[in-house]
């Protein structure tokens, strides 16, 4: 199984709808993050999480939010979709007691808002 | 500010060819250095790292990566490129401790010429 799971593996989805995409570890990693990709962007953070009852926004934040349900499960809602939040999203977790260790990430969900 | 650069959008290469793919950064702290791979439908994969010593370092696949203090570079290198080598590649930079934050460039596409 993989160490990190994101579900759904690809959403289609029309504006205005609430959707949740769910990141699942098994990794025992504190920090989980949220990224999305856009084509010639790179990966831009949109939440991150050092345990369950830190969260913090990332770079991107607007218009998401997320809920940290426990150490293992990290996950991103967008209340209200648009279609410019039409992207790649990316789930990763790192372990804080290891210092510069590298991110762990999933296989990523494409998200389609029409 | 902190970033990193990736200069190169896309690069195509004949198989057997030698690669190189270039990465700067600025960073105001003694960074950790990543590269990572991300094959279409997958999320990113590590290949090499480095945080200390040996200023080359090896990873995964045969791929290589030399940190250049001087020039604020990290450029990934492979002798003999492979079909299977088409993919994706970011470079990535993190604080040597106590941060969350991974700064990713914008990635280099890579198509690789039979």
């Known amino acids: 199984d993989a160490d990190v799971t994101q579900t759904p593996r690809n959403r289609i989805t029309k504006t205005g709808k609430r959707i949740m995409l769910e990141c699942s570890q098994t990794?025992?990693?504190?920090?989980m993050y949220w990224y999305r990709q856009d084509p010639g962007l790179g990966l831009r953070l949109i939440y991150y999480?050092?345990?369950?009852?830190?969260?913090n926004k990332g770079e991107i934040s607007d218009g998401y939010s997320v809920s940290r349900q426990a150490q293992a499960k990290f996950s991103l809602s967008l209340e209200s979709a648009i279609p410019n939040q039409t992207a790649l999203y990316f789930c990763?977790?790192?372990?804080?007691?290891?210092?510069?260790?590298?991110?762990?990430f999933g296989d990523g969900t494409r998200l389609s808002i029409l | 500010a902190q970033s990193v650069t990736q200069p190169d959008i896309h690069i195509t290469v004949s198989e057997g060819a030698s690669l190189e793919l270039r990465c700067n950064y600025s960073?105001?702290?003694?960074?950790?250095l990543f590269w990572y791979v991300q094959s279409p439908g997958q999320g990113l994969q590590l290949l090499l790292k480095?945080?200390?010593?040996?200023?080359l370092v090896q990873g995964i696949k045969g791929f290589e990566a030399e940190f250049k203090r001087s020039q604020s570079s990290f450029n990934l290198r492979k002798p003999s490129v492979h079909w299977s080598d088409a993919a994706e590649y970011f470079c990535a930079v993190g604080a040597a401790s106590g941060t969350y934050k991974y700064i990713f460039g914008t990635g280099t596409r890579l198509k690789v010429l039979a």
């Open positions: 960073y105001g702290a003694t960074p950790y």
């Open positions: 990794k025992g990693h504190d920090r």
């Open positions: 480095y945080f200390s010593g040996d200023t």
């Open positions: 999480s050092f345990d369950v009852k830190d969260i």
């Open positions: 990763a977790t790192s372990d804080p007691d290891r210092g510069g260790q590298p991110q762990h």
